[in-house]
């Protein structure tokens, strides 16, 4: 009988192709990071809190603020407007389903600069900034891994992903 051969892998080559293996692993882990993913579903948070505070303003017929800057963003309803006095945005607004306020205190921490605006939506639809200008457009600018910006057309109120 002629003696077999044995075949198989030696450990040294099991160990070499598992060192490969988590060295990959490594690379393609750092280079999908959750940065970019997590600035998205921000900008989309912001977008779907400005068209309601849209939608809040015309369904109660009070005037609504949406105020952003560099550490949160908030929407609060005018809360003299049954009454005729100046407008006082110190009533929050609250969120669907949860009773809890539209706001956001936990920005992404990959964005390095957003631009502080504040938005007055009116009963009727359209916004403006808070001097009354109802002609311009206003713009938001996030910057971070990605850039990103919201335009709001103040004659119409309407808010655009740019």
């Known amino acids: 009988m002629p003696a077999s051969e044995e075949q198989g892998f030696t450990l040294l080559e099991l160990l070499f192709v598992l060192i490969l293996i988590s060295v990959f692993s490594i690379y393609v882990s750092a280079r999908f990071s959750a940065d970019p993913f997590l600035e998205r579903d921000f900008y989309t948070e912001v977008v779907t809190g400005l068209l309601y505070a849209q939608e809040t303003a015309m369904r109660s017929g009070c005037n609504t603020q949406f105020l952003i800057d560099t550490s949160h963003y908030e929407l609060n309803l005018d ?57 311009s457009t206003l713009t938001i600018d996030m910057v971070g891994q990605t850039n990103r910006t919201i335009e709001i057309f103040c004659g119409t109120g309407y808010v655009r992903e740019g």
């Open 79 to 135: 809360s003299n407007c049954i009454n005729g006095l100046a407008a006082a945005f110190d009533t929050p607004i609250l969120k669907p389903f949860t009773d809890t306020p539209y706001s956001n205190h936990a920005f992404p921490s990959s964005i390095t600069s957003i631009t502080s605006e504040q938005v007055i939506f009116f009963p009727q639809g359209w916004a403006c900034h808070d001097d009354g200008n109802s002609l």
